[in-house]
């Protein structure tokens, strides 16, 4: 995986560089605040028309989808040059994700590379005299001539390095009952163990320590491993456990009956290999490394090193993050028209009532247009989709088109059902004359004031149902507050 890594790594970076003067001059031009990546712009539009990439996108829902949306959020920006624009800054996301996910999984892999516990395929590193004994993952094969018969992860805990001249160490008082409830383990009673004993090596919140001792080591070792491999039938052994505390000691001996028990090749390998590295770890607690066995019987054991590698996840969980987020650029899209479309039907009433007084006040309809127009690129300040639209129109009637046709364009670009009312309206007294046209515009105006009072009665229900969470959370921690104490309060 590591390779790949790399190869990806500097493929994107070769393209990055090689690409960088592409329409360079064009993007230098864009908003830094609109098109925050556009240092990937060179790289993302080479790949839309040289590699061709642009025949395998376009949206979630097709190329023509995005036209009607991108046109409402864009006026008067060419549509190929808006949806060039939109897809090449998802595209461009998509593969800064890629890259750092990239980057990261490489790091994690030459992390986990540099750090090696296995040596030689055979030796352990031991923790030091004033360290702590560690765990070791590691993954074990054991061949045969018959072929494997056992492959599988094994955790081992390396015991620290001791020094020659041993520690004499102190037991504390022991407590019969809790061995008695935990000795069995998962047997059914002492007349029949099958599986191994539990010896705890300490009484828990007495600070007991327990050496333990059986009558047959070859049977029950004193970690209190049953060996009933070659067990033909019943056999009785004693277990003594040394209880010591402060210098004060204990026996209590207690006899099981042991049963046969049959078990699997794979079992049987298993328990040899424990038992080999067991007898290993206690030939070589002085020395610097632990030997683990090469050889079982008849049978070859390879070792190999278990390495947790996170990076390829990594990498993994980068691609499916950057492929949601190429889609849900989309769906943000459909957010932005729908803040757009509520934008214009609040505007609406302000326009109409503008519109309205000019009329009356004399101005014809273009004129009165433009004035509109006018004010709002003199005022500057915040976009407003509705005004935008309007300044269009404007420059159509500027340029020669007729009022009717301009009129009807706007309605069309707006799509929005009170602008199409305004703008038949506008076109139909063009085309038949004027007469009765401020009495219109008068109902109209009063019609649009009643929209916009239920546009936002509506606006003010959807925003109270999204603060109806937090407030039940909050109701719920303040009965808390006030209900804890009181209940703690009684006396029972």
Do not use: C
Not at 89 to 114: D, E, P
Not at 437 to 456: G, I, N, P, S, V
């Amino acid at each position: 995986m590591i390779y790949f890594n790399i190869v990806f790594a500097f493929a994107f970076l070769l393209a990055f560089i090689l690409t960088r003067r592409y329409e360079a001059d064009s993007i230098a031009d864009l908003n830094e605040k609109e098109h925050p990546l556009k240092l990937l712009y060179p790289l993302v539009f080479f790949l839309l028309d040289k590699a061709k990439v642009s025949r395998f996108i376009g949206g979630s829902k097709g190329t023509k989808d995005l036209d009607t949306p991108l046109r409402a959020l864009y006026i008067g920006q060419p549509i190929e040059t808006v949806k060039r624009l939109y897809n090449g800054k998802k595209i461009a996301l998509v593969i800064l994700i890629l890259f750092a996910t990239n980057i990261l999984s490489l790091f994690i892999h030459l992390q986990n590379s540099q750090v090696n516990e296995l040596l030689q395929g055979k030796y352990l590193q031991r923790p030091g005299i004033t360290e702590d004994s560690k765990s070791v993952e590691l993954q074990v094969t054991v061949e045969s001539e018959e072929g494997q018969a056992l492959q599988e992860e094994i955790n081992l805990t390396i015991d620290e390095r001791q020094a020659v001249s041993s520690e004499v160490e102190r037991f504390f008082v022991q407590a019969i009952s809790y061995v008695d409830s935990v000795i069995l383990k998962e047997n059914a009673s002492p007349e029949e163990v099958r599986t191994d004993f539990y010896f705890p090596a300490s009484i828990p919140g007495t600070g007991v320590h327990v050496e333990w001792a059986t009558e047959n080591l070859d049977l029950v070792d004193r970690k209190g491993g049953v060996h009933n491999e070659d067990l033909t039938g019943e056999s009785v052994i004693g277990v003594t456990a040394v209880f010591s505390y402060q210098g004060r000691q204990k026996e209590y001996t207690r006899f099981f009956n042991i049963l046969p028990k049959e078990y699997s090749v794979e079992e049987l390998t298993r328990q040899s290999l424990l038992e080999a590295i067991r007898q290993n770890n206690e030939k070589s607690l002085t020395e610097e490394v632990m030997e683990l066995p090469q050889e079982i019987g008849d049978k070859k054991v390879i070792w190999q090193e278990v390495k947790k590698n996170s990076g390829s996840m990594l990498l993994m969980f980068g691609g499916l993050t950057a492929l949601a987020l190429y889609f849900a650029m989309d769906k943000d899209l459909n957010d932005k028209v729908i803040k757009r479309n509520q934008e214009m039907l609040l505007d609406y009433p302000e326009i109409i009532n503008k519109f309205t007084l000019l009329v009356g006040a004399g101005m014809s309809l273009s004129n009165a247009w433009g004035k509109i127009s006018k004010d709002y690129k003199d005022k500057g300040g915040e976009k407003r989709f509705a005004y935008e639209e309007m300044t269009i129109t404007y420059s159509e009637l500027m340029i020669g088109t007729s009022e009717e046709t301009a009129y009807e364009r706007f309605g069309r670009r707006v799509k929005l059902l009170p602008y199409l009312r305004f703008s038949a309206l506008l076109a139909q007294n063009v085309k038949k004359g004027s007469v009765g046209l401020l009495k219109q515009l008068e109902l109209e105006a009063a019609e649009a004031f009643e929209e916009r009072k239920e546009l936002a009665k509506r606006m003010g229900e959807e925003a109270g149902t999204k603060l109806l969470l937090p407030m039940m959370l909050m109701l719920l921690l303040v009965l808390v507050i006030i209900m804890v104490p009181a209940f703690m309060s009684f006396q029972f």
